[in-house]
């Protein structure tokens, strides 16, 4: 719906997809972000819908996991935005 106001707001039908683009390009950031200050969201999620607190950053394991975790929901947004994009 968003998408579709948006369109008929400029005019253009292409721009339908740019909200996808931008959540993408921001979810793409937004983990990648947290992979820089070594602080994996994926991590930070889990942990907190598990209620273990900050037990998992003490263990190098499972910190490496949840970073690597990460990159997927880094590539995963990015992928859309390089292959899903409509073209031209």
């Given amino acids: 719906a968003f998408g ?3 369109a008929s707001r400029t005019g253009k039908a ?10 993408n390009a921001g979810s793409a ?3 990648l972000t947290s ?3 070594r602080r994996p969201l994926i991590g930070l999620l889990v ?4 209620g273990e607190g900050r037990a998992w ?3 190098p394991e499972r910190r490496s996991a ?5 990159w997927i929901w880094v590539f995963l947004p990015f992928g859309r935005l390089v292959f899903g994009r409509p073209f031209s």
């Fill in 4 to 6: 579709a106001f948006v």
């Fill in 14 to 23: 292409e721009d339908f997809f740019l909200p996808g683009i931008l959540i």
């Fill in 29 to 31: 950031i937004v983990y």
């Fill in 35 to 37: 992979i820089t200050i």
């Fill in 47 to 50: 942990s907190t819908v598990t």
């Fill in 57 to 59: 950053y003490q263990d």
């Fill in 66 to 70: 949840y970073t690597k975790a990460s």
